[in-house]
């Protein structure tokens, strides 16, 4: 499954990573690199947690838009 994800940088040079679709689901990180893998976790963590209380899977119904 494939999530948006919005990522940010604070105002201590951290990249901050939330899932818009998954409510609550963020994580941050000192390099986008570190953050991005953070949030895979996070992302895998959150669905275990739905499927364990038999609670429904949201999807992402983000749409892409190009700006040229």
């Known amino acids: 499954m ?13 990249y901050v990573v ?13 390099t986008k690199k570190e ?3 953070n949030i895979k976790e996070a992302i895998t963590a959150y ?3 739905l499927k364990k209380h ?4 949201p999807r992402d119904n983000a749409e892409e838009i190009t700006v040229k």
Not at 2 to 14: A, L, Q, S
């Open 18 to 30: 939330n899932v818009p679709a998954l409510p609550g689901c963020f994580t941050q990180g000192k």
């Open 54 to 57: 038999n609670e429904k899977i």
């Open 2 to 14: 494939k999530y948006t994800v919005i990522i940010t940088k604070d105002e201590d040079g951290y």
């Open 47 to 49: 669905i275990e947690s």
């Open 35 to 37: 953050a991005l893998i």
